[in-house]
């Protein structure tokens, strides 16, 4: 972002989508950190209604209405989020993926369990949402919290 910032004009707003990276951390080299925010769009985001906007340590309030303006006019449900781990709906939801990465451990199967959790109300399994969002990104989101090691997890 660093060699963006330094060819977009003054005003312009610097925004990242990302489910869990440190917002401030990623505009650590910017000039103008008062216009850097996150936008988390939940996957499928032509379906999912959600938008987090992450407010970094320096995001001006003008940056972060602009954020909210944005999901608005793009038909979002858009709601303010602290920077940290997971933002709102991720910090939920890796509470619950815990749980079932365990069952899955323990013997049960991805379909079984998906289709306990459709049976119960919810409109998608964790293991279809998991395959949608890229498993390959959980799995480096559990490396990093140390999840895939039986000893530290």
């Known amino acids: 972002f660093s060699k963006l910032d330094e060819v977009v004009s003054p005003s312009c707003i610097l925004a990242s989508n990302t489910s869990t990276l440190n917002i401030d951390k990623i505009f650590e080299d910017v000039r103008r950190p008062e216009n850097t925010l996150g936008m988390h ?49 991720n910090r939920m939801f890796e509470v619950y993926l815990r749980e079932v990465l365990f069952l899955l451990e323990e013997g049960a199967l991805p379909h079984e369990l998906d289709a306990a959790l459709v049976a119960w109300g919810f409109a998608m399994g ?28």
């Open 41 to 89: 769009f939940f996957s499928p985001a032509n379906v999912m209604p959600l938008l987090e906007v992450i407010k970094g340590k320096q995001s001006s309030r003008e940056t972060l209405a602009t954020g909210m303006a944005v999901g608005s006019m793009l038909g979002k449900t858009a709601v303010l989020a602290g920077n940290c781990f997971g933002f709102i709906g």
């Open 126 to 153: 964790p293991c279809a949402v998991c395959d949608l969002a890229g498993l390959d990104i959980g799995y480096a989101i559990r490396t990093e919290l140390g999840l895939t090691d039986p000893v530290t997890r």
